[in-house]
């Protein structure tokens, strides 16, 4: 059956995706290809009794007969009816099921990828993969096993009974059927060409429309409505275009099929004409041929056909498996350990680490992060600081050097172990789509609604959110967009409040908060590092204020370390000059 794929790559995705869909679904599909067998069965049955009925009416016009034969008519369309219902309604249920089983896989492997992966693929191509691929590995199996079965069985019926009723016609119809193959075969090349750039452009749509979504405020106030919606327009437009393409190369098929039955099955029925009249056939045989001969067409179309649509799910396939075979970038070690329970130092250990080939962001650095103290990050943009925190949080693994936790290196331990000891609050806050409580609870699930509340007061928070109209349920919109900077920035932190963490790792926002929102958010800062190991990366003096200790990074190198006073003491030191810009952005 593989054969049918001229490429062996196609013919080990497709013998993959069969295994892997059919080990689950074995039942459902066992029953549906009953049926299909049934179905075919039941056609080539129908072509059968031709025989018998034209040459009950021609020769022997039995009355008794004729109802024997109406009978069995009935039986043979009815049960032909009832395997029809049973396969297709089998044949969906399993369909649905892959899809679903293929989304939560898919979905299951972007969650085990590490941030690269997320850099790799944009949003769109990923969603287009999530809900496109699984639905192209439904219909690659659909029309495997409606084609291989039903179609296929059928044909073999019917060329069965044409082959016992007239064996040397036969052979005229038969020349048509390689003639049909090579000319389907010579479509099928283009079809994935055209089909892999549909998937393109296709998630050039969705990226549009992410675009307009989460810039709307730059969409509007730039005016940049005119600019989106030619690129829009441009997508659409390609999509179009390629499913014309594709339209074009799959009607193709019907003049090419008609064309030659119309021939083959002219040919039969002069041949026939002459065989009754002159030779002593009867005209039941014949009439059971061309009936079988008749009937034969629409699976052998189906068939012909079927390469062409293979070719446009496999496209589909492919990216999938894509997806899945893409090897993991960052994974645990197979002997990890959680972390042990320790004060909460954090040291780096000449690290180095760069995320392109190019450019080294991190340049042998050694760092001592104390327990239970708040050290301050700062320093220019550019000058990797949020980098340490994505190597502390082991986002990445660093190219040589180790990161630390009370003298473990974390490469060695379990990933969850590492991350339940850390609350992050990001550079750009960022907010589920839900209730103000289903955001803060994100922290830790199991927290209770008082915990919650807890966190919110320390947040500063409680007070705008008991403001609004429902509290806690108030739903705060696509990333908090119903929120005002400040509140978005209180709610994260009372999120990583909640999570009563050994370690806070806080990537201060650069926006200017206001006097007020910027007291308030000193405030739940002071509650927030209580107790805890605190790297925050500080863009405000009044952070700074609040650090046990300061280290000044440029170029990926500590250039400086100290307090406050001591820092500001040297008059040409880099500290002294950030200071006395500021140290704002
Ligand atoms: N995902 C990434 N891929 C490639 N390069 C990156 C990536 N993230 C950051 N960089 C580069 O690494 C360097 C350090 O970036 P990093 O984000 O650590 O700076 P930063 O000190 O946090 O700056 P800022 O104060 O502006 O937030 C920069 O030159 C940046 O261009
Ligand atoms: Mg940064």
Redesign the pocket.
């Known amino acids: 059956m593989l054969k049918f794929f001229r490429s062996s790559a196609n013919q080990r995705l497709v013998a993959r995706l069969l295994s892997e869909s059919f080990r689950k679904h074995a039942p459902s599909y066992a029953i549906a290809i009953v049926a299909m067998i049934v179905v075919a069965a039941m056609t080539a049955a129908s072509a059968w009794i031709m025989r018998d009925i034209t040459n009950e009416f021609v020769i022997t016009k039995d009355p008794n007969k004729i109802y024997l034969i109406a009978a069995a008519v009935a039986a043979i369309f009815i049960t032909k009816g009832f395997a029809t219902y049973v396969q297709a309604l089998f044949l969906s249920r399993a369909g649905n099921s892959i899809i679903a089983e293929r989304q939560r896989k898919i979905y299951d492997r972007m969650l085990e990828h590490g941030i690269e992966f997320y850099?790799a693929f944009t949003s769109s191509d990923l969603i287009v993969r999530l809900t496109q691929s699984a639905q192209a590995a439904r219909s690659v199996v659909d029309i495997l096993v409606t084609s291989f079965v039903r179609d296929l069985f059928s044909l073999i019926g019917l060329v069965l009974v044409m082959v016992i009723q007239q064996p040397a016609m036969s052979l005229v119809a038969f020349i048509f059927g390689p003639i049909a193959i090579y000319l389907v075969n010579r479509l099928l090349k283009q079809t994935r060409r055209i089909m892999e750039k549909e998937f393109l452009s296709f998630s050039k749509i969705v990226e549009v429309m992410q675009e307009t979504v989460f810039g709307v405020r730059i969409v509007k106030s730039f005016s940049l409505e005119s600019g989106m919606r030619q690129r829009m327009y441009k997508a659409v437009a390609d999509v179009e275009k390629r499913s014309n393409s594709i339209a074009a190369l799959e009607a193709v098929t019907s003049p090419i099929m008609e064309t030659l039955a119309g021939l083959a099955i002219a040919g039969v029925i002069v041949v026939s004409g002459f065989l009754v009249i002159q030779g002593g056939q009867t005209p039941g045989s014949i009439m059971s041929f061309i009936t079988a001969l008749l009937l034969a067409y629409e699976p052998a179309k189906r068939l012909a056909r079927a390469r062409v649509s293979l070719e446009k799910g496999m496209v589909g396939v492919r990216m999938m498996y894509d997806i899945a075979d893409r090897p993991l970038s960052l994974v645990e070690a197979p002997d990890a350990k959680p972390l042990a329970k320790g004060p909460g130092e954090i040291r780096l250990e000449n690290l180095n680490f760069s995320?392109?080939d190019e450019e080294t962001?991190l340049k042998d650095l050694n760092l001592v992060f104390p327990a239970g103290q708040m050290t301050a990050l700062v320093?220019a943009?550019?000058?990797?600081?949020?980098?340490i925190l994505n190597l502390i949080m082991r986002l990445y693994d660093p190219d040589s050097g180790r990161v630390l936790f009370d003298g473990e290196d974390i490469k060695y331990a379990q990933l969850q172990s590492l991350r339940d000891k850390i609350a992050y609050v990001s550079?750009d806050t960022f907010l589920f789509s839900g209730s103000v409580m289903h955001n803060i609870r994100m922290g830790r699930q199991d927290a209770t609604d008082e915990e919650v509340v807890e966190a919110a007061k320390a947040a500063n928070a409680h007070a705008f959110i008991t403001a609004m109209p429902e509290g806690y349920d108030t739903l705060i919109g696509e990333n908090g967009v119903f929120l005002s900077g400040g509140q978005r920035q209180r709610l994260s932190i009372a999120r990583a409040m909640l999570r009563q963490s050994q370690i806070l790792l806080l990537d201060e926002a650069t926006s200017a908060l206001d006097a007020e929102s910027e007291a308030l958010f000193r405030d739940a800062l002071e509650h927030l590092k209580a107790g805890r190991t605190t790297i925050a990366?500080a863009h405000r003096l009044s952070t700074v204020h609040q650090a046990n200790n300061i280290i000044v990074?440029e170029g990926g190198k500590a250039i400086e370390q100290g307090t406050h006073k001591e820092l500001l003491k040297r008059p040409d030191g880099a500290y002294r000059k950030l200071y006395d810009f500021q140290l704002m952005p």
């Open positions: 850099h995320y392109r962001v320093g943009s550019g000058g990797g600081k949020s980098t550079q990366i990074m």
